[in-house]
């Protein structure tokens, strides 16, 4: 069941697809500053945005993911040092009881 409704997500999603870029087929001119390309219609400069758009953030939250995951393991470590040292104090005998 599951996958069928992933597949006419996916069909569904192909044909908005589709009627945008038979919508939007005017050709237009990218200066990309280091390269001109020209005769590019508008769709695809459109789709071609969301896609880096898309890879930037994917990216950007691999690196903020990273980061979470690295301070959860030092904080981790220091935990487990500050137990060890608790569990080292509690077991220490009492010297001034009397």
Not at 34 to 55: A, E, P, R
Not at 65 to 91: D, G, P, Q
Request: hydrophobic share 55%.
């Amino acid at each position: 069941m599951r996958k069928l409704v992933l597949l006419l997500l996916f069909l569904f999603i192909s044909f908005l697809v589709s009627i945008f870029a038979y919508n939007n087929s005017s050709q237009l001119s990218v200066n990309l500053g280091f390269k001109v390309y020209d005769s590019l219609s508008l769709s695809f400069i459109i789709i071609c945005s969301f896609v880096v758009g898309w890879l930037v953030g994917i990216l950007s939250a691999l690196v903020i993911t990273a980061r979470v995951y690295i301070e959860k393991r030092s904080l981790k470590s220091s935990l487990h040092l500050a137990e060890e040292e608790l569990y080292n104090l509690r077991n220490l005998p009492l010297k001034d009881a009397d």
